[in-house]
């Protein structure tokens, strides 16, 4: 990039051509208050806070950029008194009360205030009230708050690509609205909940979090999501203190997801009511009896000669390996998780290819991450989509070309103009995997079906159904349990328990669950990403990992 | 030494704000100590001020033609208002009515609440006439200082009192500027 000599704060600075004057200042370590501005989204000017004075003018620093001969000024009095008032235009445009309003303390307009000292509303404030939009699950609507940034705007179309967010009417008029305003609940938003995430001021916020207390009362903890097998950088606000999740948010620094979460990896996990297994226990003729770890080790030892081991992808790589190195080759994945087709293409190729197909996955509702960065250039109008499914897939209403999954043949025909489009797919059956692997010009990328499915094949446990005697599950997903011999003695290392488990199992152990445990895990690019432990164990569960070293010892000394 | 006279009233408002003025304890006395005389306030129980008030503090919202009456009354009277707490600086919690229509409200108030029974709308001509809308101390008379808060810290209070007793301009900055 070409330098340029500039002034700023009458120091003569090099700078790169093409940058705007706030970057610039940025790297100076200058400090200008924003607060439509934020890092990935493109800069608006909406707010007009960002304004420095160049030879006399003022300009936005976020939107002009660098040119020669600029004499830049950031803190003259005209700069200082011109952010005062739009400061308080802001303020009294809507309500801006900050005495009722729940956002106070983690407000960006707040704290713009506190910074330049607003101690009273100049003006008279505007008292129309516009009607609050609560009909969204996880999300609340206030345009009382807003102060029409259009953080949330940008961030639903550049970032999450769902395009749902939209301007309407003009002026002090303009309402943030869903769709071709239908309330937020009705329309295609997939509640990924990143417009929450933007809002500088409380006009979106998340129905949970936001009665749990402010920013400084929690523990920020960087983690990556392992609810699948994406690994998405996360942000998680824990109650200091306390033993529970405020909210999630997405890191914005993360090369994987860029700030961008599902509505699984945001709001499930924080409202999984799944019941927990509580304690260990063994069935017998009079129902479940409690039982502690030495006899849950006694027990295993005495089986060892006739028991199989299975495992499945929740598990972190630690884990696998100490339950590898005990059984040895007796370990077994309970679940497919090779894949059909290896994946050749990384998800930073995904971010930046054109063509897709999508095969039988509805990435909305599984890979809601997956889904932003197909969607975000297919709707951003420089992708190309084709949808094969055979059941219903909500991808269907953007996609250039919708076939059912038995058309694949003539359908994969009639894309001419894919050049060498990514096929991205879970799992298919034979006959479709025979298809895909005729043509030479597609690219794929495999979504693994379960967390660290990547991690099972590094270490070489393969999928395979064997009847034993016994049976050793460890693992989140009971459902195959269920297709083993009923006379199968099933020991069960488990978080959740689901009622088929109380049936089917014989010992029902209970483990921490994602959030309770630390570990790694591969993700479908084969990176290697940590899992914090956050909260500690709530029930009298089990610590799977120290458990295991346990049993490794005491296996040994026989 | 010469004497400061302080004068304060409350309008609509939760009496918050003089139990802050209270909290400063023996900053109080020391403010007294330096000059500060107390003259009509809620706590004095006097309710008209000497004609010669230097500082003047407005506490809540302006929502009857009483409050119009005292708080033009406090402006004549003093040199300086100050204005504290959120009801007074911006209009506060009861700016809420302002988004409901005034008969709508009084009849949600005195008539349709669950636990009232026969009620009615008061109507002695000893009450103050509601406002059409909460207005906030600026809006009304002019303020010279401010301090918000919900309610303010005696922190605040007592740093505003001080600069104004030492001679110079108040300002708050940082933890004692709070709008909640």
Not at chain 1, 245 to 250: A, D, L, R
Not at chain 1, 410 to 421: A, Q
Not at chain 1, 532 to 548: G, H, M, N, R, V
Not at chain 2, 33 to 46: H, M, R, S, V
Request: aromatic share 8%; with cysteine.
């Amino acid at each position: 990039m070409e330098k340029i000599k500039i002034k700023i704060n009458d120091n003569e600075v090099e700078v790169e051509q093409g940058k705007t004057i706030l970057q610039v200042a940025k790297e100076l370590n200058l400090h200008i208050p924003t607060l439509c501005y934020l890092e990935p989204l493109s800069p608006q000017g909406a707010c007009r806070l960002c304004l420095v004075e160049d030879r006399g003018k003022l300009v936005t620093s976020c939107t002009t950029p660098v040119a020669p001969n600029m004499d830049i000024k950031l803190d003259t009095p005209n700069v200082v008194n011109s952010r005062k008032l739009i400061l308080q235009l802001l303020f009294t445009e809507r309500n801006h009360y900050c005495m009722y309003c729940e956002q106070s303390g983690n407000c960006e307009l707040q704290n713009l205030g506190y910074e330049f000292g607003l101690d009273h509303f100049e003006f008279s404030t505007y008292e129309k009230k516009f009607s609050i939009d609560n009909s969204h699950d996880y999300i609340i609507m206030d345009p009382n708050r807003c102060v029409l940034c259009r953080r949330c705007v940008r961030a639903c179309s550049e970032l999450a690509g769902h395009f749902v967010l939209g301007e309407m009417n003009r002026g002090i008029e303009t309402l943030i609205i869903a769709d071709m305003n239908v309330p937020l609940g009705e329309s295609s938003c997939t509640s990924c909940g990143l417009c929450a995430q933007v809002c500088p001021t409380g006009a979106i916020v998340d129905k949970r979090s936001v009665y749990l207390g402010k920013d400084v009362q929690t523990d920020i903890i960087y983690s990556n999501c392992n609810e699948c097998a994406v690994g998405c950088g996360t942000k998680v606000y824990k109650k200091k203190n306390s033993n529970f999740i405020v909210k999630i948010y997405g890191d914005m620094d993360s090369e994987i997801n860029g700030g961008v979460l599902c509505k699984i990896g945001r709001f499930s996990a924080l409202f999984d009511e799944k019941p927990r297994v509580i304690s260990s226990k063994i069935k017998d003729d009079f129902g479940f009896r409690k039982l502690d770890s030495d006899k849950i080790m006694k027990l295993i030892s005495e089986k060892m000669d006739e028991l199989y081991v299975y495992v499945d992808g929740s598990l972190f790589n630690e884990e696998l390996e100490l339950i590898k190195s005990i059984f040895k080759d007796k370990v077994y994945s309970l679940y497919p998780n090779e894949p059909q087709i290896p994946s050749n293409v990384t998800l930073n190729d995904l971010k930046n290819a054109n063509e897709f197909i999508v095969i039988g996955v509805d990435l909305n509702r599984e890979f809601g991450v997956i889904g932003s960065f197909v969607k975000r250039k297919v709707l951003g109008g420089d992708g190309k989509l084709a949808v094969f499914d055979s059941n219903f897939n909500s991808l269907a209403q953007i996609s250039h070309y919708t076939f059912n999954l038995n058309e694949l043949k003539d359908g994969l025909e009639k894309l001419k103009e894919f050049k060498s489009p990514i096929v991205i797919y879970k799992e298919l059956p034979k006959d479709i995997i025979e298809i895909l692997k005729g043509k030479e010009n597609l690219k794929y990328l495999w979504l693994p079906p379960e967390t660290n499915s990547i991690g099972l094949n590094k270490l070489n446990i393969k999928h395979e159904i064997k009847n034993s005697k016994t049976i050793l599950f460890f693992g989140e997903n009971i459902e195959a349990l269920k297709n083993f011999d009923k006379n199968t003695f099933i020991i069960a290392f488990t978080p959740y328990e689901p009622e088929d488990l109380l049936r089917r199992a014989n010992v029902i152990v209970g483990i921490s669950n994602g959030f309770e445990r630390d570990g790694t895990f591969y993700n479908l690019d084969g990176k290697l990403l940590k899992k914090e432990k956050i909260l500690s164990p709530k029930f009298e569960t089990l610590d799977l990992k120290k458990f295991l070293n346990e049993f490794k010892n005491v296996s040994l000394v026989k | 030494m010469k004497k400061i006279k302080v004068a304060s009233i409350w309008c609509e408002s939760c009496s918050g704000c003089h139990m802050s003025i209270l909290d400063m304890d023996e900053r109080l006395v020391e403010l007294i100590n330096k000059g500060l005389e107390l003259n009509a306030t809620p706590i004095t129980d006097l309710k008209v001020p000497d004609d010669d008030t230097d500082i003047g503090i407005i506490e809540g919202a302006v929502a009857t033609d009483h409050h119009e009456e005292e708080v033009k009354m406090m402006r004549e009277k003093c040199k300086f208002i100050v204005a504290i707490g959120d009801c007074a600086v911006f209009g506060g919690i009861v700016t809420m009515r302002n988004y409901v229509p005034l008969n709508e409200l009084l009849k949600r108030g005195y008539i349709e609440t669950e636990s009232t029974v026969d009620g009615k709308i008061p109507t002695s001509p000893e009450l103050g006439k509601h406002l059409p809308k909460v207005k906030a101390v600026n809006e009304v008379i002019k303020v010279d200082y401010y301090i918000p808060g919900c309610p303010p810290s005696a922190d605040a209070i007592y740093h505003v009192l001080k600069e104004i007793l030492e001679g110079k301009t108040p300002v708050l900055t940082g933890e004692l500027l709070k709008y909640e």
